[in-house]
């Protein structure tokens, strides 16, 4: 395992290893006070090298499945400083990433960069970072720095950038990411009660709806979950991949309003304006959840959902693993679970929210072996077993042939025994809460943030696209004061924030468009789902959104003003456009502008703001 987290961005707590300890007696929550990076006017710049400028631009320090993709930076030359003069209280925190971008490889003859960050005159931390010299350094560092004193006061904070070896050029482009101040606030720990149920969340990343439920069964044991709580028939996700569907679930709103895209689909490198971490201004249903008390704890085998891409936000304990490359596979429910577990030992006697985050159905599909069946003949050996990422992207941008039938209901086959490898390992999870003696006063969510295409629609794996088979997902709720029953109405991923502030007493606020899915739901919801990484025209990357009423489903192709419509009721696959001859194709349309324009817009820090450059510019900072 790595990574085991004692910080997390706006949940911080000094934690002695990870999800074994013991956690303190009161739950502090960081509020941001001034995001330094959105306000330019307050820096001062000293003494850049002639010729050169200090910008606000996005870089990439390393890869992106490890959460070290582009962030909106404030890139600086090397030697140089930027002061800040900030009002600080006694509890503020100065929090901040440092990396270095666009180094691939080592380099000879090039200098690593000595970070510096003074306050008040007073070296208060520094670290040399030299990508060209070791891959190690290929990453964000994400820190913070306690003000202290005994007032509030004005705080002078100096950003400084220099070479470590001055006979040498620096590797790379320097820059300071996540800039801001954060005050304290503590709240007591509420503790475990009949009358105050712990809710624990399970995300099976790229569980497909038909996958569960189904006869004969995949998942026999989430079948006998769902038959014990409200199963939910037509739950649409907000997107079809994890990064913009995950941060939907965790704030409750579109990915139009949260603002992360993650520009890195066909080229890592691109350093495209940024958007892969969630902005820090948006709370988490696990930060609002803290401040009632409530402890937080996620386990997550996704790279994706990590401290570095800020989805770790509001979970006081988040325990985190990252692609095991020796033997390139994920971590598996089991190694979550434990891990878990172990920190439920600790914390039985504390109402928790947990998140659980699961890659065994996510490719490479590598089910256990003995379940595997014969491949077709001339089945390529990386596809035999189940390494379909390369395959993927020629067919899906670069207009490769597709599958043979035969070969593609093979990788069907291992995607399913997946799914039933994972259903397997639910019946010691729930053991585990039983003899902590905690799953009687356990809510369960199990869902998942996308599901997976099989060639439906000419392509494989998922992102590409919008269609059923990439946005229907399981969704079920069962515990204590859960009812029964099976639900048809269509629901969203945004639902879940305010299902769990029910649950956990927490507020929503405006922006949150969702339901509550415990109570009585009223007819169905008209749902939104994005992708930054649909195939447009010669297998271009582009957005896309989906409109999707109880009866139709609108696809738009915002760029080139493309469209199609489906009629789900007597074409539930969505095969069949009837954009250019139906007359609900103009009122859908009418619809899903107004629902957008309606939306909140994302926060400023999701993206380099279109006149930032433009206000460094005028004040001198940039050419």
Same mark, same amino acid.
């Given at each position: 395992m790595t990574g085991r987290t004692t910080l997390a961005p706006l949940i911080v707590l000094v934690l002695a290893a990870g999800c074994g300890d013991r956690v303190p007696p009161t739950i502090v929550v960081e509020d941001v006070a001034v995001d330094l990076l959105a306000d330019p006017e307050r820096a001062v710049v000293v003494a850049p090298p002639a010729g050169t400028a200090i910008a606000l631009a996005p870089i990439t320090p390393g890869e992106w499945i490890r959460g070290d993709g582009p962030r909106p930076a404030l890139t600086m030359p090397a030697p140089s400083t930027v002061r800040?003069?900030? +009002? /600080?209280? +006694?509890d503020a925190v100065l &929090?901040?990433? %440092?990396?270095?971008?666009? /180094?691939? &490889? &080592? @380099? @000879?003859? !090039?200098?690593?960069v000595r970070f510096t960050v003074r306050i008040d005159g007073a070296e208060r931390w520094t670290r040399t970072i030299d990508p060209a010299r070791t891959r190690h350094d290929r990453r964000w560092f994400d820190e913070q720095i306690p003000f202290g004193g005994a007032a509030a006061r004005t705080a002078v904070v100096e950003?400084? #950038?220099?070479? *470590? *070896?001055? !006979?040498?050029?620096?590797?790379?482009?320097?820059?300071?990411s996540r800039v801001d101040i954060a005050t304290r606030h503590s709240y007591p720990r509420q503790r475990a009660s009949a009358h105050a149920p712990n809710v624990l969340v399970l995300l099976v990343d790229t569980l497909r709806a038909d996958c569960v439920g189904g006869t004969p069964t995949l998942t026999p044991n989430l079948d006998a979950l769902g038959a014990r709580g409200l199963v939910f028939e037509q739950a649409i996700a907000q997107s079809s991949w994890t990064l913009q569907s995950v941060p939907s679930i965790m704030t409750g709103l579109i990915p139009h309003s949260h603002g992360v895209r993650g520009n890195f689909w066909n080229d890592p490198a691109d350093d495209d304006a940024a958007g892969d971490h969630l902005p820090n201004e948006l709370e988490t249903f696990a930060e609002a959840a803290a401040r009632t008390g409530t402890t937080t704890v996620a386990v997550s085998a996704n790279p994706l959902v990590s401290r570095?891409?800020?989805l770790s936000q509001g979970f006081e304990t988040f325990d985190e693993f990252g692609w095991d490359r020796e033997h390139k596979q994920f971590a598996s429910a089991s190694e979550v679970n434990a891990t878990f577990l172990a920190w439920l030992r600790n914390h039985r006697d504390l109402r928790f929210l947990a998140y659980l985050h699961y890659m065994d #159905? =996510? *490719?490479p599909y590598t089910p256990p072996a003995g379940t595997r069946l014969a491949p077709p003949p001339d089945l390529p050996p990386a596809l035999a077993n189940g390494w379909i990422l390369e395959t993927a992207r020629k067919i899906n941008f670069h207009g490769a042939p597709k599958l043979p039938e035969a070969q593609v209901e093979y990788l069907r086959h291992?995607?399913?025994? @997946?799914v039933r490898a994972f259903d397997a390992t639910l019946p010691p999870l729930l053991d585990g809460l039983r003899d902590a003696g905690v799953l009687d006063s356990t809510i369960i969510i199990v869902t998942a943030d996308h599901g997976e295409e099989f060639q439906e629609h000419g392509f494989l794996k998922h992102g590409q696209s919008l269609h059923t088979e990439l946005v229907r997902v399981p969704l079920l709720v069962a515990g204590p004061g859960i009812p029964t029953g099976r639900r048809p109405q269509q629901v969203q991923g945004i639902d879940l924030y305010p299902t769990l502030a029910q649950l956990l007493d927490f507020p929503t606020h405006a922006a949150i468009r969702g339901r509550d899915l415990v109570a009585p739901l009223d007819g169905d919801a008209t749902v939104i789902s994005e992708t930054a990484h649909? #195939?447009? *025209?010669?297998g271009a990357t582009v957005d896309s959104i989906a409109l999707r009423t109880p009866e139709w489903t609108l696809l738009a192709h915002p760029a080139s003003h493309r469209y199609a419509l489906f009629h789900r009721p007597d074409d539930p696959q969505e095969h069949h456009d009837r954009f250019a001859t139906d007359a609900a194709a103009a009122p859908l349309v009418a619809e899903l502008d107004h629902r957008?324009?309606?939306?909140? +817009?994302?926060? =400023?820090?999701?993206? #380099? %703001?279109?006149? /930032? =450059?433009e206000r460094l510019r005028t004040l001198g900072y940039a050419d």
């Open positions: 800040f003069q900030v +009002p /600080v209280t +006694p &929090r901040f990433g %440092a990396g270095v971008g666009n /180094v691939k &490889r &080592r @380099e @000879e003859n !090039r200098s690593g950003l400084e #950038v220099a070479s *470590d *070896d001055p !006979r040498h050029p620096v590797a790379g482009v320097p820059g300071w570095a891409t800020n #159905v =996510h *490719d291992l995607y399913q025994e @997946e649909a #195939v447009g *025209d010669g957008l324009a309606a939306a909140p +817009p994302a926060p =400023h820090s999701a993206a #380099v %703001a279109s006149d /930032v =450059h």
